[in-house]
């Protein structure tokens, strides 16, 4: 590393005509912001001589690693994207049927473009800061009013993470909603969703009975009845009566759907079902290996207190007004939610797939109900004269009359199928019995491709012949069929306006504008690591080779994949210190999940199941707690001292209390107060004498790549976001990857697969497919690898300097409240704004909101220390940028002390008035006491700020009303 340093330092002490080689691992210098010299200032005002003289103060001795990290040297961008490609040639893209809950699709072109490749629909964070948030907000809400009216009811979330998981979280909230313990499940449902039902129902100890549709029996204890629908042979089954007995008896009815399918048959909600979930995937969202994709959830309205909708999981947006009575967006209910709940929130939900369900929403408000139910008559008609020629042919057994697009077929000779489908490099799905294959037709599947298929199946058909032949067909959903759905759907405005590209592209820039993302600004969400998301890291998830491959493809045909998770793997391993990974969690939280689920599964099988208890410091995440409690873990809060410390007294008499009982520890560090704590080996050691195991919440690991590892100084396992330290783009609330890195004792216990084995493990799989959110992990390969060892090592160092550079400055106008023994922070720090409230009536809330009339998104607010703001620059955050933000925040402390000092009115003035979006400050009467600049213009940059687009925006009226849909009409008027 100080070879690197010194050789960084060389090269720009020489001037540029003596230097006329480029370097291949220059990348670094492209993702960190500050340049040497800024470097030189920063470390010169924090009085240290270079980057190392600062870490080597701050890192304890004891856990600072000593060798650089053995990872291969780094190359530029170009360099790369040319060793990626490669990679992701090995790849083999065949047209594929397999189905099971993933479709081949079309993304438009368009919104590829326009969103997906879209700095700025892709870089903004959750959106917690509603009034800078309004554009993906509105896209969301269509997202939600989409899946209700699809699934015909009252009420959807947006979003969930995959459709097996939205299984599991629709058991939990029926069990949540009746108190019964006891789920019947179709056996037709996808392989992944009884998989993902078996590993969550087994530590809550919920019940699991597969159905016997000829002889249902429910009784007392069943809480809910859940049904594919189709089905994962592709039926359509007839539900009414399953469902009359099913509400007679108290039992609900949930449907796990296909939504293209629902644009043609009867809705969840015509069938009078409670809940619906499903995934969005087919809606514009490519097959990426298994995501990202967004998974919905949608209930029915109940009255009363014990009501489905606010006990649902995830994140529901919701339509408020602003100060001034317009209309605007929000997240609602946020009481249900693990960051306010912890372990009785109503799941462990955190990161969701935002920026999926916008672009599935889009989709559908580019298509419109009439371009959505043709798609669905075209695949529907498409796999109706498949299934006539298939019976026609004599040969073949069509399994089932009520079909969509799936066909389970008998076969006389499968071998001889598998030989033609080779023969014409085409997937379909072979069913275990050796007897059965299944195909599922999407809206890819053009004349041609039929032809194909026929082929395999030993019928000759010319693609033009089938052309001229599918419109006659009968199909069973097309007439008047007891399958016909009667209600219409997508009816609002905005799924019958933007039918054009012109008019697409704009609507989707008008949102895009109202939304703050790192194109405009730094967002120092602490915790969060909002750092640079490169263009040349975000550039491969879109090639085809990445792109069109489906989860369930054999082995043979994902190669590529293969070994760009070996490298992956091999990498976080080395970084982390850790023996094994599993790629499969597709979030932080169910990263934490897995992890203490391997935890539980390790201590069963060493004969400890008494262990159950798990420590967490009470500043912990919301979502640890949220996770112990899904693991049914009993969480016993330790405290921290008045540095942000564990307190080891409190903790060691914890531990003696529990000693027996001990299951784990979860911690993070440096610890949520933003410190190194020096006691980190001795807690894992006391955990490891009791018989526990050490949980290291390594979400952001951006304080300890290249500098310390977990896995060296006593953790045994970890997850990782990989939407934080390594560089996924946030997505607006995701997509995220949270990958778990363990010690070998825990290794058997990584989740499987059922469908495609991983390393050989079937059980406990903790995400629908076996690699999760694949297709975004190629970003963090491209990050590792342009950064290689020393960058990563560097970006650590900057991080911390950068942070460090803010807390000194900040100092002038407030209190950091934690600091290491040193007088240092970690990467991130805790300001204090307690104090304004007294002296000046001034909340924290007023701060966050004040600091968007600066053109800023606010730090993260109120966690893990009430009335205080944590600050986290990154390493990409420049000089420049960072000073901006400093006296943005210096200059609003001014503002309080005016306010303090009576120069500026306690109730009217521009904090608690802000923000101030520009109708507000061109409104011809203004009658404030203070001026229209010192509203909207209080620094020179302010003239080219992002402008909020509504006033504060009133929660609470949100939450007592709550309207989750696109508004009517008369609301925009
Ligand atoms: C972000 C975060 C999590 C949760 O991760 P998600 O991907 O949002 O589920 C957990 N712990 C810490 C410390 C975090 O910062």
């Known amino acids: 590393m100080m070879n690197r340093f010194a050789v960084a330092f060389g090269r720009r002490a020489v001037s540029l005509t003596q230097r006329r080689l480029l370097n291949y691992d220059c990348f670094a210098d492209r993702h960190i912001g500050p340049s040497d010299l800024d470097r030189q200032h920063m470390l010169h005002d924090l009085g240290f001589k270079d980057l190392d003289g600062l870490t080597n103060t701050n890192v304890p001795e004891a856990i600072r690693m000593k060798r650089p990290l053995n990872l291969p040297r780094a190359l530029d961008e170009e360099r790369m994207l040319k060793e990626l490609r490669s990679i992701a040639a090995l790849n083999e893209i065949r047209k594929t049927y397999i189905g099971m809950g993933y479709y081949n699709c079309i993304v438009p072109a368009v919104i590829v473009r326009n969103m997906l490749q879209n700095a700025g629909w892709v870089t903004q964070y959750t959106p917690y800061q509603p009034e800078v948030s309004q554009g993906r907000l509105e896209s969301l809400l269509n997202f939600q009013t989409m899946i209700c009216d699809l699934t015909g009811l009252d009420v959807a979330n947006a979003s969930l993470l995959d459709e097996s998981t939205a299984c599991a979280e629709a058991m939990t909230l029926a069990k949540r909603f009746n108190k019964r313990n006891t789920l019947v499940y179709d056996p037709n449902l996808h392989p992944q969703n009884i998989a993902l039902l078996k590993t969550r129902a087994e530590p809550l100890g919920i019940n699991l009975v597969p159905m016997d549709y000829n002889r249902v029996s429910l009784d007392k204890t069943t809480s809910a009845i859940m049904i594919q629908y189709p089905d994962t042979e592709g039926r359509v089954p007839l539900l009414d009566d399953l469902i009359e007995r099913a509400h007679a008896n108290g039992t609900l009815v949930i449907m796990v759907c296909d939504l293209l399918s629902l644009t043609l048959i009867r809705s969840p909600g015509d069938l009078k079902a409670d809940i619906a979930v499903g995934s969005a995937q087919r809606f514009g969202v490519p097959l990426g290996y298994g995501g990202p994709h967004a998974a919905f959830m949608a209930v029915a309205k109940s009255d009363g207190r014990n009501n489905l909708a606010r006990s649902m999981p995830g994140r529901i947006v919701g339509v408020s007004k602003d100060a001034n009575g317009k209309l605007a967006y929000r997240l609602a209910l946020q009481t249900r939610e693990q960051h306010i709940r912890r372990d009785k929130a109503t799941s462990n939900i955190c990161t969701a797939q935002a920026l999926l369900a916008n672009m599935a929403a889009m989709y559908a408000v580019y298509h419109g109900p009439h371009r959505l139910t043709a798609i669905a008559r075209t695949v529907h008609k498409s796999t109706a004269f498949l299934a006539h020629q298939l019976k026609a042919s004599g040969r073949h057994e069509v399994v089932h009359e009520d079909y969509f697009d799936t066909l389970k077929i008998r076969v006389r000779d499968v071998d001889e199928l598998k030989k033609r489908c080779e023969e014409k490099k085409i997937n379909i799905r072979f069913f ?88 405009h600004s730094m967002i120092p969400l602490g915790s969060c690591t909002m750092k640079l998301n490169a263009s040349a890291e975000l550039i491969p998830i879109t090639w085809p080779k990445f792109s069109n491959v489906h989860p369930f493809a054999p082995h043979s045909q994902t190669q590529g994949y293969a070994k760009m998770f070996q490298d992956l793997e ?195 799989a903790v995400s629908a497919a076996p690699y999760g959110s694949s297709s975004i992990l190629a970003i963090t390969w491209a990050y590792i690898r342009l950064m290689g060892g020393n960058g990563l090592r560097e970006a650590t160092q900057m991080a911390i300097l950068n942070a460090n550079y803010m807390a000194k400055r900040l100092e002038e106008g407030f209190k950091i409240v934690y600091k290491d023994e040193q007088g240092l922070n970690a990467h991130e720090f805790i300001i204090d704004c307690k104090p304004f409230k ?70 009217v003035n521009p904090l608690k008035m802000a923000p101030h979006p520009l109708y507000t400050v061109v409104n011809s009467d203004w009658n404030r006491p203070y001026s229209r600049e010192v509203a909207a213009f209080p620094k020179p940059w302010c003239h080219s700020k992002h402008w909020p687009t509504v006033a504060r925006i009133d929660d609470q009226y949100g939450d007592r009303n709550l309207f989750c849909t696109c508004a009517p009409m008369e609301a925009y008027s």
């Open 432 to 519: 275990e019995d050796g007897k059965h294959v299944g195909v599922s037709l999407d809206e890819t599947t053009d004349p041609e491709d039929i032809s194909d298929l026929l082929y395999v199946f030993g019928i000759t058909k010319s693609a033009d012949d089938v052309e001229s032949h599918l419109h006659e067909t009968p199909a069973p959903l097309i007439g008047n069929s007891d399958h016909s759905r009667r209600s219409t759907f997508l009816t609002h405005k905005i799924f019958n306006t933007h039918h054009s590209e012109s008019q697409l592209v704009r609507y989707m820039k008008q949102l895009e504008n109202k939304d703050i993302s790192l194109v």
């Open 570 to 764: 091999k990498w976080l391993c080395e970084i982390t210190g850790y023996d094994s990974v599993s790629l499969q969690p597709n979030s932080g939280a169910n990263g934490e999940y897995a992890g203490l689920l391997a935890i539980r599964n390790y201590l069963n099988s060493i004969g400890q199941d008494q262990r159950n208890v798990c420590l967490i410091p009470s500043s912990a995440h919301g979502t640890n707690p949220a996770s112990a409690q899904l693991a049914n873990m009993r969480v016993v809060p330790v405290e921290s001292d008045r540095h942000g410390n564990i307190n080891f007294k409190d903790l060691s008499a914890k531990v003696d209390k529990f000693s027996n009982e001990l299951a784990a520890i979860m911690i993070t560090y440096p610890s949520t107060h933003g410190v190194f704590e020096s006691s980190i080996v001795d807690v894992c050691n006391k955990i490891h004498e009791n018989g526990g195991q050490v949980y290291l919440d390594g979400a952001n690991l951006n304080a300890q790549v290249g500098l310390c590892r977990p896995g060296d100084y006593g953790s045994d396992v970890s997850h990782l976001n990989l939407h934080k330290t390594f560089c996924i783009p946030h997505g607006g609330g995701g997509p995220g990857a949270g990958p778990i890195a363990v010690k070998s004792h825990l290794t058997p216990f990584l989740p499987g697969h059922p469908v495609i084995p991983v390393d050989g493990r079937e059980e406990s």
């Open 838 to 907: 007294k002296s000046a009536g001034i909340e924290v809330i007023d701060i966050a909101k004040r600091l968007m009339d600066y053109g800023f998104h606010a730090p993260t607010m109120a966690w893990p220390v009430h009335d205080c703001l944590m600050i986290e620059p990154t390493e990409s955050e420049d000089k420049g940028e960072m000073d901006r933000f400093v006296d943005s925040l210096l200059s609003i402390r001014e503002e309080i002390r005016q306010i303090e000092e009576g120069a500026m009115d306690r109730e």
